[in-house]
């Protein structure tokens, strides 16, 4: 098997529901970047991708949520924050905009930029501070122009049904051990 299939059967096996619904994608990984394609066939396994996001990320770190409304960014942000112990009530931040979370590992800021009109008004909400203090979570990152990092770990979901999504995955190399990391591992 070449390493590429056998990277693709890491990532289903720590994707994979706990009912075993099918978890299927592609994946190629090159010295710079990490590229996915997963198929997220319940809640279960968006919350899975969460924690696996959880696992890789770092002070310095923007996750960008993009999908139409109600394909699941709050959802997947949500389960990033539990999976970082967040026991706390996490409201979407549509109407604040930004929530601050001090998570078990590092400070964490949940955006929703969907209102946000100018990217000048990003620099109010503290971007630049909130990834030098810690990571951010950003829903609507379109809005950001600019502002968004090179950097940022990308996750596209698209809904394919009432409870499947699919999520494109795209981010630099130090992504590809916590997301490719497989459940035996740990
Ligand atoms: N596999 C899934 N992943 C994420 N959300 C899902 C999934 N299946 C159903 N949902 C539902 O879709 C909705 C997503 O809403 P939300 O996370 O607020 O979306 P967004 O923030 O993208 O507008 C929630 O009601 C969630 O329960
Ligand atoms: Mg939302």
Redesign the pocket.
């Known amino acids: 098997m070449s390493d590429h299939l056998q990277g693709i059967n890491l990532l289903e096996d720590a994707l994979r529901p706990p009912r075993g619904h099918a978890t299927r994608h592609t994946m190629t990984t090159g010295s710079q970047s990490f590229t996915g394609r997963i198929t997220?066939a319940?809640?279960a396994?968006?919350e899975a991708l969460g924690a696996r996001i959880a696992t890789g990320l770092r002070v310095g770190d923007a996750v960008a949520l993009k999908?139409d409304?109600?394909?699941?960014?709050?959802?997947?942000a949500r389960a990033i924050l539990r999976a970082l112990a967040v026991a706390e009530n996490i409201p979407?931040p549509t109407f604040t905009l930004v929530q601050t979370y001090e998570t078990s590992r590092l400070v964490v800021r949940h955006y929703d930029l969907y209102r946000v009109e100018d990217p000048r008004e990003i620099d109010e909400l503290g971007l630049d501070e909130a990834l030098e203090e810690g990571a951010a979570l950003i829903?609507w990152p379109e809005h950001a122009g600019d502002l968004l990092p090179d950097d940022a770990l990308q996750v596209a979901?698209v809904a394919t049904g009432?409870?499947?999504?699919r999520a494109d995955i795209i981010g630099p190399a130090h992504w590809i051990a916590a997301l490719m990391e497989s459940d035996h591992a740990r």
């Open positions: 997220l319940d809640l396994a968006t999908g409304l109600g394909t699941g960014k709050t959802t997947l979407s829903e979901l009432a409870q499947s999504r």
